[in-house]
Structure formats: structure tokens, C-alpha cells
């Protein structure tokens, strides 16, 4: 196994943590490393961006949303960071809208926005779900027209309940380190976070921001930056939040890694699993004709009680409670007998989408299971939506923003050797204890957690685990919207979903600002 594949925010990779634990979430299959790079290497000097690349475009639009007409501004361009003698640190690219033909309303919610990996940059969430403009899907499973790569005005778009800034972090889409500066500087759970905090406080100083209610929305390892974020906003730069959204969070790696001697996900996965071997048509008349919100209650039921025990017991499982567990995963999940017994009851992710439908030759995907491919090599539910997304982002900054870059846009870029810190507490990240913290501190933050029931990357489980285990009081428990969709990992692919989420997410905005809908 070489020693690092990285991601983005959406497909299924193995990070080397050294000394964290070796984990897989998800991502982008991309660029697979053996041997160090050299950091400074790997960043074109700023001057072959080209001189319009550091003056920001400004362009004004109007489009259609929630049936009324609305006019916005966008801004393109860098923000640079400087040490505290001034020098530059660092230039890192936004796209930022603001409701409005004119300069922006000071007051009105304003949302900073990244995806996950560590590696991607913010295209997944600003092309496909709550930017103004998104690339056009064939289907609702996020399959793109061959060749043909198309983008229009978003009707699922926030932009009419809060302005939208869009960051790419250090080493992803057009940022990069000043002249000079190592690019190990930033890459690691606490660098990271210190740089975006950095980003924010800047933009809202710059911007006259400061008085606007602030949140922040990520995906996957957005999650874990977001909570991390709102933590050191709060503590170290006296920042405090409205809201904080987690689209499919990966929050605490123990329950997403299958590695030896950790038992932990395989009941928490086993949900998922019993969804997808019902979308696939591989379970019993009984079981197809349930909805999947039952499948996943009675998944959960037999997961958290008797399989549980199961895995709890190890080699001291008796024969008949090992044979009754057997029995009953294959009911849930509709593998074959031989092969459950061989993993002794215990499946990995990895394994499932290769066994479910092991005799028609067919994968199913991590990032969205209700996927299938021949490749087994390769997630079938990531085909060709990279291609999709930055061809029509390249065309769209260009064409209709004016921004002129000659950069090559990076969406997804390989970061060895990033450092967990602190939260990487026993061998995994685990950023529930922040939260909690976050929360108790500042008892008027929401928080805004979606996710999708046929997402193998971060399972529904693992979140709704996390969430169940924070030790919250009460009311603060209130404090936290929960909603899971029939969708893989990228919830906004569908069409459907995307409506319903951006619906939900707009109802959550309103409790947070307190305004009645």
C-alpha cells in the first residue's frame, strides 16, 4: 500500500496518520504517493498566475429563486495572508456573493464555505449545491451528460436567506503559499484551521462584515474543520457564530475505520448496508417492501442489540449466538453465508461494495451506493462527475465572473504527512468533545447536521452516534437539526434532495436568526 491517498471531500480514501491511525473516508481517487515531494516544488511562483489574477473581478447578476427575482454581486479573486511583520504568508482564492446591486447589506448572514479532505477545494459544494450557479446532472445519482458539460442558475441556491463565500485552502484550487513560505506551514488539522480563521477575520474586516450573523457550512472533513473552527473563531479571535452546517461530517474517525482491533463501525455501517442491498434488490420480499427509514430502524435495532454483544464478545461468542448473527446479517444485507462467516461477522466498508453483487461482476459505489460499475478498482458513483464539475467551474469564472487565472485550477490535490494535532486523541480524530465545548460556551450557536442514507463514506450511524454521545444538556440538545436524506455522500447531486435540503437548511437559518418563516 503506497503511504498516503487523499481526497477531497467526496470519495474513499486511506490517509496515513502517522502516528494517527490509518483511516478511510471519502474523496476522489487522484494522485497516489510513495515518497515525499517536495513542498515547495509543487507551486508555481505567483507570477505565472498572471498580473489580473491578484486584482479581484467584481461582476453584478440576476437570476430567478424561490420565485422572485434576485440581483447579486460576485467577487473573485485572492485574499493574502501576512505574518505579523506584514510579510505575506499566504494567497488564498475565494469566491464570494452578495445579494443585493450594491455594496453588500453589513447585516445580512453571511456563510463561509469549504469542503473536506484535507485536499479539495470548495468546487463540490459552490457548483453543486448552494452556489448560484450549478453544474447540470444527468440523474439524480450525480451521472454527467457525456461530453457534454453544461452549468445554469441554481434554484436550490442560499444566496436569498444568506451571502455565500466560497475558501479554498492552502495547496487547493488556485491558493498556494506566498514566495518562500513552506506549504508544510499549513497542512495540519490546527495550521489549517488557524489559516482559515485568519481568512474570515480578514474578510469581515475588510468587507465591513463584522456585525453580520456568521456561519459556516462543510462537507466530509469540512465537518471536522468547521467544529475546529468555530471553536478557535470563539476562543482566539473572539468570533462568535450563529449557526454551523455539516453536510455528511466525518467527526470521529474511530467509527469510520475499519482497521485491526477496532470493532467500533461494523455496527454502525450495518444500516446503510441493509438500504443498499434493498436498493440493489438483494433481500427478501419482506425487507424490499419496507420503506428505507424502517429497513435502517430495524438495521439499527439488531446492530445496536445483538450484534453489538456479538462483537463485544470476540472469540468468547458462543457458536449459537455467532451462527444466530450469521443468520441474521445476511438477512440484513443480503451476502452470501460463506462469505460472512469467513470475516467472522464482520464487514468493511471496502468489502461490501465489491461482495453484494459479487456474481453479476459489479461494484457498488462508497460515495453513493445505489451506484454500479464493473470497474472494482474504481468508485463507480465518482465516474465522470470530476470531469463535470471542473470543466464547468473553468468555464463559469472565466466566461461569466471575468476572473482571469492561469493557474491550473487544483479541485482535488494529494497532501502528505498532514497532522492531526491534539484531537487526534488515542489514535483517532474525534472532534465531539469540541463541539460539546463550543456549544456549552455559546449557547445560542445551531447547529445544522444532513446526511444521506446510502453514503459509505461517513455512514448515517457514525453521525447519528456522534450527535447521541455529545452529553449535552437539553436545551442545548435543541440547539442541533438533524435530517438525513436518500442520497449518498454528496446529498445535493439529487435533485430532490437538494430541494428538500436547501428547504430544511433555509427553516434552520430562520431559527437561528430568530426569524419567523
Known amino acids: 500500500m503506497p503511504d498516503i491517498i487523499m481526497f477531497p471531500s467526496s470519495f474513499s480514501f486511506t490517509i496515513d496518520l502517522r502516528p494517527v491511525a490509518k483511516i478511510t473516508i471519502a474523496g476522489f481517487f487522484i494522485l497516489l504517493f510513495s515518497s515525499g515531494t517536495k513542498f515547495n516544488d509543487q507551486y508555481i511562483l505567483r507570477s505565472k498566475a498572471g498580473s489580473s489574477a491578484f486584482t479581484p473581478a467584481v461582476t453584478s447578476h440576476i437570476m430567478q429563486l424561490n420565485g422572485k427575482r434576485l440581483a447579486y454581486r460576485a467577487k473573485t479573486g485572492y485574499l493574502t495572508l501576512n505574518d505579523s511583520d506584514k510579510n505575506p504568508l499566504a494567497n488564498i482564492f475565494y469566491t464570494a456573493y452578495n445579494a443585493g446591486n450594491n455594496s453588500p447589506d453589513t447585516t445580512r448572514p453571511i456563510t463561509f464555505v469549504f469542503n473536506g479532505g484535507p485536499g479539495s477545494a470548495s468546487i463540490w459544494l459552490h457548483m453543486g449545491a448552494f452556489g448560484p450557479v450549478r453544474a447540470v446532472f444527468e440523474n439524480d445519482k450525480g451521472n454527467a451528460p457525456a461530453g457534454d458539460h453544461k452549468y445554469g442558475d441554481n434554484p436550490y441556491s442560499w444566496l436569498d436567506f444568506t451571502d455565500l463565500v466560497f475558501i479554498d485552502p492552502v495547496g487547493t484550487g488556485y491558493s498556494q503559499p506566498a514566495n518562500g513560505v513552506d506549504a508544510r506551514r499549513f497542512y495540519g488539522y490546527q495550521e489549517d484551521i488557524q489559516s482559515i480563521a485568519e481568512f474570515i477575520r480578514a474578510y469581515l474586516a475588510d468587507n465591513n462584515r463584522q456585525l453580520s450573523p456568521k456561519f459556516l457550512a462543510g462537507e466530509s472533513y469540512g465537518g471536522l474543520r468547521a467544529i475546529g473552527l468555530a471553536s478557535y473563531l470563539q476562543d482566539s479571535l473572539e468570533i462568535e457564530l450563529a449557526g454551523v452546517t ?84 445476511g ?15 464482520r464487514i468493511a466498508d471496502s468489502q461490501f461494495t465489491r461482495q453484494l453483487l459479487q456474481q453479476a461482476h459489479e461494484t457498488v459505489g462508497t460515495l453513493d451506493s445505489r451506484v454500479k460499475g464493473a470497474n472494482k478498482n474504481n468508485d463507480p458513483s465518482t465516474a465522470n462527475i470530476r470531469g463535470l464539475f471542473i470543466t464547468a467551474f473553468n468555464s463559469y469564472i472565466s466566461v461569466d465572473l471575468k476572473y482571469e487565472n492561469r493557474l491550473p485550477y487544483q479541485a482535488s490535490t494529494a497532501i502528505r504527512g498532514w497532522r492531526y494535532g491534539p484531537d487526534a486523541t488515542n489514535s483517532y480524530v474525534n472532534v465531539s468533545a469540541t463541539l460539546k465545548k463550543v456549544m456549552v460556551k455559546n449557547p445560542a450557536l445551531k447547529v445544522n447536521v444532513a446526511g444521506g442514507y446510502y453514503d459509505l463514506a461517513t455512514s448515517v450511524g457514525s453521525t447519528k452516534y456522534v450527535i447521541n454521545h455529545l452529553g449535552l444538556d437539553k436545551s442545548l440538545r435543541n440547539n442541533i437539526s438533524v435530517n438525513y436524506y436518500p442520497a449518498g455522500h454528496m446529498i445535493y447531486i439529487s435533485n ?6 436547501r428547504k430544511d437548511s433555509e427553516k434552520f437559518y430562520n431559527n437561528a436568526l430568530n426569524v419567523k418563516s
Open 496 to 501: 430532490p434532495v437538494n430541494a428538500k435540503f
Open 246 to 329: 455539516l453536510i455528511s461530517p466525518a467527526l470521529n474517525y474511530q467509527l469510520l475505520n475499519f482497521g485491526q482491533g477496532n470493532e467500533t463501525p461494523y455496527s454502525y455501517y450495518l444500516p446503510t448496508y441493509a438500504v443498499t442491498a434493498q436498493y440493489q434488490h438483494q433481500l427478501s420480499p419482506q425487507l424490499q417492501q419496507l420503506s428505507p427509514e424502517q429497513l435502517m430502524a430495524k438495521a439499527e435495532a439488531f446492530g445496536q442489540g445483538t450484534y453489538t454483544r456479538f462483537l463485544n464478545l470476540g472469540d468468547a461468542a458462543s457458536p449459537e449466538l455467532a451462527a444466530k448473527v450469521i443468520d441474521s446479517l
Open 331 to 345: 438477512y440484513f444485507t443480503g451476502l452470501n453465508k460463506n462469505y460472512l462467516e469467513k470475516v467472522n461477522g
